[in-house]
């Protein structure tokens, strides 16, 4: 059997772009015949895939998927909005949401996990790229789970249950599960949904946000000419403004637009314990492009 070393690996990766372990892997099976080992790593779909990695994803589908008082969301990138309409992308996003519940949402972790083909979830994702003609990526996840209550999903503009652009998960702690619980976490993921709310309490707020905003509301006050005195209650009222705008339990509700969020849920006998919200891309730097371009350069000009 050849001995495949480290310099062979690496002449294998600056040829095909594909990652360390595939080459090792392809140049195994070949004992060391790198023209092979290309061939090999082509049938596989492997430099193929890494020929795309370097493209920007900022499309795709954000997915959850639930289990009695436990339940896990995740987002997973393409580079066009296309692919999120795709049944084979949409199977996988279902198939990622549902491998995180027993996985976790350490990203290593979960794609390691094996799917329902056999293979993991990184490799049915380079199975994709490689299939579909697009970069993808698993961008991030998210468990959260109660020894009590419920952990209750929302998608807005879900494309079928479970898959949509927007995800939130509210996990509630109450003394046993219930339809009106179930009720009231969607109707908490659909307030998530639209308020964004940045911490579950005022404890959660960051520390540099709130000096940042403490100090434009100091410099804005003394504009007014008011006293010292004056200027500190009148910051003291606005950041309680700020917190009714980031703070989901200081928040008004959403849905009668009077009541905060904590007086529903104390009504409900239950406490909310944490939630998560997931929205398609955001924070990805989009590659700026027009639609003639795009075709332009899928037609090779």
Known sequence: MAQITAGLVRDLREKTGAGM????????????????????????????????????????????????????????????????????????????????????????????????????VAEEMTHLIATIGENMSLRRAKVLSVSSGVVASYVHGALRPGIGKIGVLAAIEAPSESEALETLGRQIGMHVAATRPASLDITGVDADALERERTVLIEQARESGKPEAIIEKMVEGRIRKFYEEVVLLEQVWVHDGETRVSK???????????????????????????FAAEVAKAAGG
């Open 264 to 290: 529903i849920v104390e009504k409900a006998g239950a406490k909310l314990v944490a939630f998560e919200r997931f929205h398609l891309g955001e924070g990805i730097e989009k590659e700026e492009s027009d």
């Open 21 to 120: 372990m595939d080459c090792k892997k392809a140049l195994t099976e070949v004992e060391g015949d790198i023209d092979a080992a290309i061939d090999w790593l082509r049938t596989k779909g492997l430099a193929q895939a890494a020929k795309k990695s370097g493209r920007v994803t900022a499309e795709g589908l954000v997915g959850v998927a639930s289990e009695k008082n436990r339940a896990a969301m995740v987002e997973v990138n393409a580079e066009t909005d296309f692919v999120g309409r795709n049944d084979a992308f949409q199977a996988f996003v279902e198939q990622v949401a549902h491998a995180a519940l027993k996985a976790g949402d350490d990203l290593e972790v979960l794609k390691a996990a094996q799917l329902p083909s056999g293979r993991t």
